[in-house]
């Protein structure tokens, strides 16, 4: 799944678990369910962290990414819940 990875929290969530639809959808190579409903990301600065799909939205993904704005997309698709 993963191509790259910059996600902004304009994207939009998967519609189904495992969903690619081209390169401009950052978010879908991280929001997915996968091991115990969730992935294991690995920081740059070596932290690894288990992250369920829903919480794609609010990590601190690169400098420019605002936490704190980081509103969550309206209508999760029932998968993420």
Same mark, same amino acid.
């Given at each position: 799944m993963w191509?790259? *990875? *910059?996600?902004?929290r $304009?994207? @939009? =969530?998967?519609?189904? #678990?495992?969903e690619w639809i081209g390169a401009n959808? $950052? @978010?879908?190579h991280f929001a997915m369910a996968r091991h115990d &409903? *969730?992935?294991? /990301? /690995?920081?740059?600065?070596?932290l690894v962290r288990f992250s369920r799909p829903k919480?794609?939205?609010v /990590? =601190?993904?690169h400098q &420019?990414? #605002?936490?704190n704005a980081?509103?969550? =997309?309206? *209508?999760? =698709?029932d998968w993420m819940n």
């Open positions: 191509r790259g *990875g *910059g996600p902004y $304009e994207d @939009m =969530p998967p519609n189904f #678990n495992g959808a $950052e @978010m879908h &409903k *969730g992935v294991s /990301l /690995l920081f740059f600065d070596s919480d794609s939205w /990590l =601190p993904w &420019k990414y #605002n936490v980081a509103a969550q =997309p309206v *209508g999760f =698709p």
